[in-house]
C-alpha cells in the first residue's frame, strides 16, 4: 500500500552574530497543520530551512496511520504503524531514519505489537524496511505440576502449595499455555490434564479438592510416569500439543526414596525435551549436600536458573515472581536454543548504519553493550544514532523488553521500577563535538517517586531529574542539539510534555568535562511560550541549527498538533569598577567624635542595553560593621540603565573614627541582578548575563598605613618560584609541586598577597607552608577561557620587614591533557602598600617542559636452521617470522622503526635474495662493519651481527593509535655459502637482527623497558657421517680374528698327530 508523507519549508532572514547562552522562551516560529493533533510528534532540523516533522497519528483509512514528508512504499504487512513515532538525524550526514513501532500481528491469544524503519538519505533514498518481515507469535506453553503429597508436609503446607500453583496458573492463564497437575508419594495420581485457563474459578476449585496422599517420597517414580505411558501427560492423549514448549515443575519438601533411580527418570525428560525446575522446600535442600544434589539432578541446565530454595512453604510466594519471568525466558526459545531472536535485520546496511539494539554505554571505560531484542519487544520506540570507533550504530531502545537472559544481558539498572518505561528514549551525547559518542541518555518516563514522575540516566548510577512537585513525564523526549551555553560542551534538552496540567515544559541540563550537570540551567514552561499549548516538549530536534541567520542554534520543540522554534538568547559581559575617593581611610585624624566621609563610584559598562539592578553592603565580613550609608544603615540598593556607554553613579558614606581595628581593610560587597533589554537589532531579543560572572563582589579600602615620621611605607618585596622537577612527564607524574618564596627587605607590607596563573590541565591540590602564614585560595578554569589563578595570603595582615615566607604548591596533573612543549606559570607579588622599592622583584613568569608519556611493548623472536658442512649450496627456507611486534599502549604517536638486518659476510651473501625487503619498511642503506676480521672475532663468540657483517637497514615510518598493533616480517631463504668461509665442520651461530624506535624526544617521554628488540635466528652447522673408518675397522678386526682362529685350528691338529705317534 502507498502511504503519503508532506515535507515542511521554512525560509528565515538574517540577523547579527552574537554569542549564545541557553534558550529564549519566546516562539519565534509557529507551525500548525489543520487540526493533525499529532503534528509535531517528532521533528528534525535537516538543514537551516527546513524541518522534518511527523504526525504518526494521523489516520487515512483503515490500513494507514503516520504522515512524515515524502511518499513511501510500505509493505503490506505494514498496518497501522504509526510511522514517525520515533525519528532521528545523522549529525555527520544528512540520513535520517524514521521508525513506527506498532505494527499489530494477530496470534491466537495474544496480539503482538512489531516495528520497522527505514533509512532516508539527503536525495530522499528510502532504504528497504528494516526488518524486512514480522517477526512470529511466541510458541505455545504446556506446563505440568509434579507435586509432592508425602506424609512429611503438613496438611496447610500442603494447601499454601496448592495456593501458589494457582497463583502460577492465573499469571500464564492469558497467554498460549495449558497446564496439567498430578501428585506424587509412593504412588502417582493425575489430577488434570492439560488444558487451557478458560475459567481459572473452576481450576481454583479443582485444585483446592486434591486429596494429599501421605506417604514416602518416590520422585524418580512420578518423572518416570509423568514422561512415559500409560501415565505420560506430555502426548496428544494427555492433551499436550506438538508444538508446545513441554515445562515441568517439580515441588518437593525432602529426599526421593528412590534416589538410585532419579538420574534414569530425569534423562528419560531429557530426551523428550520437557523443560525442568525444581523448588525444594525446607532449609536442609540448602544446607544438605544430598539433597541438594538431587534437586540439581531434577532441574534443566542451567541449574542456577532451574533450581529454587525456600526455607519454608510460607517463602514460595517469594520465588513466584522469578519462577514466572524464567518460565516465560523458556517460552521465548526453541528448545536447545539459548540465543534471543534478533528483532533487527542486519541485512540490509547500504545507508552506512548498524543496526543493531543498544541499551547503555558505560562511561569510564567508554564501552556499549549490545544485544538483540525479544519477539515482544516494541523495537524502534526509540531510536538515535551512535558513533564509536569510526562505526555508526543506530541505537534502538524497547521500554516492554522483559523477557531477557538473566546471565547474558547486562543489567542497566540494579533495581528497575516496574511499569517506567525505561529505554522509551534513548539520546547520544557528544560532548566535546569530536564526532564521537561519549555518553548515551535513557530515559524512564514513567518513573515515579514521592517528588517528581521520569527519570533519565547517563550513568549506572546518576539521573537527571526536574522540578520536584510536578508529574509530568519527565524524559518523554531527549536531545543534546547543541552547546547552548557557550563553554564548550553540548547540551541537552529534556521535555516533561505532561507539567502544568498537559502543558508541558522543557529543561536544559549544561554538558562538562566527561559528564552531565545534574542540576539543571533553565526550565522554559509551555505556558511562557505560547498561550494555550498542550504536550510542549513531546518532541525535541536532535540538532540546532541557525534558522534566524544570527549564527545562534535555534532549538525545535513538538506539541501537540504544533511545532515552534525557540531561538538562543546573546549574552553580554558587563565590566564593574568600583572605586573610592579618599582611595584610603586615613588614619591620622584626631578628633574621634566626627565620623570620615569617603564616596563609593560604581561603574558598568557592557555591549548591549540592560537594566541593572544593586545593592551595596559595607564592611559586609564583619558583624559589627565600621562603615555606614546613614546611621544604623550600611545596606543601599539602587537601579541603573546601561547601553553601550559606561554608566557611573556616586554614593557617600561615612566610617568610624578612630576605630580599634584600622588594619584589617573593608570589604564591602556588590550584588548585581541583570535584566537584559529587548535589541532591535535582534528582533527585541534580550541578552542574558555571561553564566560565569559572578553577581556578587567584595571591593576593598584599605586603611592608610603609618611608617615612620613620613608615615609612608616603602616595601622591598621580592618573589620568586621553582619547580620541583626540571620538566612535566605527563602520564607518569601525578602532581607537580611549585615552591615559593618571598620575603621583604623593606618597611612594613600590609596584605601582601601572591598571584600563581597555571595552564588548563592542571588542578590545584593544597598547600605546604615552609615558613611564615600562608592561606590559599584557587579556582581551575575551563580550556580556552580562562586561566587557573592561586591567590595567597602571605603573612596577613601584616608582613613585616626582613620577613620572608617559603611554600609550596601542589597541582595535580590530568595525564589526559595535551600540553605544548613548554608551559608557561606567571607569579606577581602585591600588597596594600602605595609606594614600593626599586628594588622589588614582582612580576616572574617561568617555563618548564613538558614531555608525554608513550609506552610500546618490542616483543622479539626465534627461529632454528642447520645445514651442513663442506656444502656451500645449500638454501634453507626462513620461516615467516615477524621481526618483532610493537604495541602502543598509551597514546597516539608517530614513530620510527629501524631495523638492521645482517646480509652479508667477508665476501658471500647470508640471503639468497641480494635485495632483501621488509613490507611496509624501506631500505636505507647497507652499513660495513666495525670489525674487519670476522675469523677472530668469531672464534671467540659465534654471533653474526652487524659488528662483523654488512646490515641493511629498513627505515619503518608508522603513526600509532593507541592500543595499536604492527608486525614486521623478514621472509627470505638463507644461503649455506657464507659457512665455508669460517671453517668450523661442526658449530653453532646466532644471526642476530636488531629493531630500534626513533621519535621526538622534546615532546614525548618512554617509559617502557627496552627501546630495542633482537630477533635471533638460529643456525647450527653439522659434519655429514662417514663410515670409512668403520670399514677399514672392520676389515683389520676380521683379519685378526681369521688368524686366530687359523692358529688354533693348526694347535689342535698338532696336538691330535702327538698323540697318536
Known amino acids: 500500500m502507498d502511504w503519503d508523507f508532506c515535507l515542511f519549508l521554512y525560509l528565515f532572514c538574517a540577523f547579527h552574530s552574537v554569542l549564545t547562552f541557553n534558550i529564549d ?95 532516508m538519505s539527503g536525495n530522499d533514498a528510502v532504504s528497504a524496511p528494516i526488518p524486512s518481515a514480522l517477526r512470529n507469535c511466541p510458541p505455545e506453553i504446556d506446563i505440568a505440576f509434579l507435586i509432592d503429597g508425602s506424609a512429611s508436609v503438613e496438611d496447610v503446607d500442603f494447601d499454601k502449595m496448592k495456593t501458589f500453583v494457582i497463583t502460577i496458573i492465573q499469571s500464564f492463564s492469558n497467554c498460549s499455555s495449558q497446564f496439567a497437575i498430578a501428585q506424587f508419594s509412593t504412588g502417582f495420581e493425575i489430577h488434570s490434564k492439560f488444558e487451557a485457563v478458560n475459567d481459572i474459578d473452576s481450576w481454583r476449585t479443582r485444585i483446592g479438592e486434591i486429596k494429599q496422599q501421605k506417604g514416602w517420597t518416590y520422585s524418580a517414580n512420578a518423572i518416570n510416569k509423568t514422561v512415559y505411558v500409560p501415565y505420560n501427560l506430555f502426548v496428544s492423549e494427555g492433551g499436550a500439543r506438538q508444538s508446545a514448549i513441554k515445562i515441568l515443575i517439580v515441588i518437593t519438601d525432602g529426599s526421593s526414596t528412590d534416589e538410585p533411580h532419579l538420574r534414569g527418570a530425569v534423562e528419560k525428560a531429557e530426551k523428550k525435551n520437557i523443560i525442568r525446575f525444581a523448588i525444594g522446600v525446607r532449609s536442609k535442600f540448602s544446607l544438605t549436600q544430598d539433597t541438594k544434589q538431587q534437586l540439581q539432578v531434577i532441574a534443566s541446565a542451567p541449574v542456577a536458573k532451574h533450581v529454587f530454595n525456600v526455607t519454608d512453604f510460607d517463602a514460595l510466594d517469594s520465588i513466584r515472581e522469578q519462577l514466572e519471568e524464567n518460565i516465560a525466558i523458556e517460552g521465548k526459545f526453541t528448545n536447545k536454543n539459548k540465543e534471543l531472536d534478533i528483532a533487527v535485520d542486519e541485512g540490509n546496511n547500504e545507508n552506512g548504519f548498524d543496526s543493531q539494539c543498544c541499551m547503555s554505554a558505560e562511561q569510564k571505560n567508554k564501552k556499549y553493550f549490545t544485544f538483540d531484542i525479544c519477539s515482544l519487544c516494541t523495537s524502534g520506540y526509540s531510536m538515535t544514532i551512535a558513533t564509536r570507533s569510526k562505526k555508526k550504530l543506530v541505537i ?61 540516566y547517563f550513568t549506572f548510577s546518576v539521573a537527571l531529574v526536574g522540578m520536584a512537585g510536578h508529574r509530568g513525564r519527565f524524559g518523554s523526549s531527549l536531545a543534546s542539539p547543541a552547546d547552548l551555553n557557550g563553554d564548550g560542551f553540548r547540551d541537552v534538552l529534556i521535555g516533561a510534555p505532561l507539567e502544568e496540567d498537559r502543558q508541558g515544559s522543557i529543561y536544559i541540563f549544561n554538558g562538562g568535562v566527561d559528564q ?118 550600611r545596606v543601599l540598593s539602587e537601579a541603573v540603565n546601561v547601553t553601550l556607554e559606561e554608566v557611573c553613579k556616586d554614593h557617600p558614606f561615612f566610617i568610624e573614627a578612630c576605630t ?46 603609618n611608617c615612620g615620621s613620613d608615615n609612608l611605607c616603602v616595601d622591598n618585596l621580592k618573589m620568586d618560584f621553582s619547580f620541583g622537577s626540571s620538566n612535566i612527564e605527563v602520564g607518569i607524574m601525578q602532581e607537580i609541586n611549585v615552591t615559593v618564596f618571598v620575603e621583604n627587605k623593606g618597611e612594613n607590607s600590609y596584605n601582601t598577597q601572591f598571584t600563581l596563573n597555571y595552564p588548563f590541565g592542571f588542578s590545584y591540590r593544597r598547600i605546604m607552608p615552609r615558613q611564615g602564614r600562608v592561606n590559599c585560595d584557587s579556582v581551575d578554569h575551563m580550556q580556552g577561557i580562562l586561566l587557573g589563578v592561586t591567590i595567597c595570603q602571605v603573612n596577613k595582615p601584616l608582613f613585616a620587614g626582613n620577613a620572608s615566607a617559603v611554600f609550596d604548591i601542589i597541582y595535580s596533573i590530568n595525564k589526559e591533557s595535551n600540553f605544548d612543549q613548554k608551559v608557561t606559570f606567571s607569579a606577581s607579588l602585591t600588597s596594600g602598600n602605595t609606594n614600593h622599592s626599586e628594588n622589588s622583584e614582582l612580576l616572574k613568569m617561568r617555563n618548564i617542559s613538558v614531555k608525554h608519556a608513550i609506552s610500546v611493548a618490542l616483543l622479539r623472536s626465534v627461529i632454528y636452521i642447520n645445514f651442513t658442512s663442506g656444502k656451500n649450496n645449500l638454501e634453507k627456507p626462513s620461516p615467516s617470522v615477524y621481526v618483532f611486534k610493537v604495541k602502543n599502549e598509551f597514546r597516539e604517536l608517530n614513530v620510527t622503526v629501524f631495523i638492521r638486518v645482517p646480509v652479508k659476510l667477508g665476501d658471500e651473501y647470508i640471503w639468497t635474495n641480494k635485495i632483501l625487503q621488509i613490507p611496509d619498511c624501506f631500505r636505507e642503506r647497507d652499513e660495513q662493519p666495525t670489525s674487519t676480521n670476522f675469523l677472530k672475532v668469531l672464534k671467540k663468540k659465534n654471533v653474526l651481527n652487524c659488528s662483523v657483517t654488512v646490515c ?99 694347535k689342535v691338529r698338532y696336538t691330535s698327530l702327538s698323540i697318536i705317534l
Open 25 to 119: 522562551p519566546v516562539t519565534w516560529k509557529y507551525f500548525t497543520r489543520n487540526n493533525d493533533v499529532g503534528f509535531g510528534y517528532r521533528v528534525i532540523q535537516t538543514d537551516t530551512s527546513s524541518l522534518l516533522v511527523s504526525d504518526p497519528l494521523v489516520q487515512y483509512s483503515n490500513n494507514t496511520r503516520g504522515q512524515v514528508y515524502i511518499c513511501l512504499t510500505l509493505p503490506s504487512e505494514a498496518v497501522n504503524m504509526s510511522l514517525g513515532l520515533s525519528m532521528t538525524k545523522d549529525p555527520q550526514s544528512s540520513n535520517s531514519v524514521v521508525c513506527g513501532p506498532t505494527i499489530p500481528k494477530q496470534c491466537k491469544v495474544l496480539t503482538t505489537l512489531n516495528g520497522m524503519c527505514f533509512i
Open 660 to 705: 580599634e581595628d584600622h588594619l584589617n581593610p573593608l570589604h564591602n560587597e556588590l550584588m548585581i541582578t541583570f535584566e537584559g533589554l529587548p535589541s532591535q537589532s535582534l528582533e527585541n531579543l534580550q541578552p542574558v548575563l555571561l553564566p560565569w560572572i559572578k553577581n556578587t563582589t567584595l571591593w576593598m579600602l584599605d586603611y592608610e598605613m
Open 516 to 633: 552531565i550537570n545534574p542540576t539543571y540551567s533553565q526550565r522554559i514552561a509551555g505556558s511562557s511560550v505560547r498561550s494555550g499549548l498542550q504536550f510542549f516538549g513531546q518532541a525535541l530536534s536532535q540538532s540546532s541549527l541557525d534558522h534566524s541567520g544570527d549564527n545562534l542554534p535555534d532549538i525545535a520543540v513538538g506539541s501537540k498538533g504544533a511545532v515552534l522554534l525557540l531561538r538562543s538568547r546573546p549574552i553580554v559581559f558587563v565590566d564593574v569598577k568600583v572605586t573610592y575617593s579618599p582611595s584610603k581611610i586615613s588614619t591620622s585624624q584626631t578628633n574621634c567624635t566626627k565620623p570620615l566621609e569617603n564616596t563609593l563610584t560604581v561603574c558598568f559598562n557592557m555591549n548591549l542595553a540592560a537594566n541593572i539592578s544593586y545593592t551595596l553592603k559595607l564592611d559586609a565580613k564583619r558583624y559589627n560593621h565600621r562603615a555606614y550609608f546613614l546611621p544604623k544603615n
Open 396 to 456: 534502538l531502545g524497547a521500554p516492554r523488553y522483559r523477557g531477557f537472559n538473566f546471565e547474558q544481558i547486562f543489567f542497566l539498572l540494579s533495581q528497575p521500577q516496574i511499569g517506567s518505561y525505561f529505554g522509551a528514549e534513548v539520546c547520544v551525547v557528544d560532548l566535546n563535538s569530536d564526532a564521537k559518542t561519549d555518553l548515551l541518555l535513557i530515559s524512564a518516563p514513567t518513573y515515579v517517586d514521592s517528588h517528581s514522575e521520569g527519570r533519565p
Open 952 to 1050: 641493511a637497514v629498513f627505515r619503518c615510518d608508522v603513526n600509532l593509535m593507541r592500543n595499536e598493533r604492527k608486525f614486521y616480517n623478514i621472509s627470505s631463504n638463507v644461503s649455506s655459502r657464507w659457512i665455508e668461509q669460517i671453517g668450523p665442520m661442526s658449530a653453532s651461530f646466532q644471526l642476530v637482527s636488531t629493531a630500534s624506535l626513533d621519535y621526538d624526544k622534546d615532546e614525548y617521554i618512554y617509559f617502557s623497558d627496552s627501546l630495542s628488540s633482537v630477533p635471533v635466528c638460529e643456525v647450527e652447522v653439522y659434519e655429514e657421517p662417514s663410515i670409512l673408518k668403520e670399514v677399514i675397522g672392520g676389515v683389520i678386526g676380521g683379519l685378526l680374528i681369521m688368524s686366530l682362529i687359523t692358529a688354533a685350528l693348526y
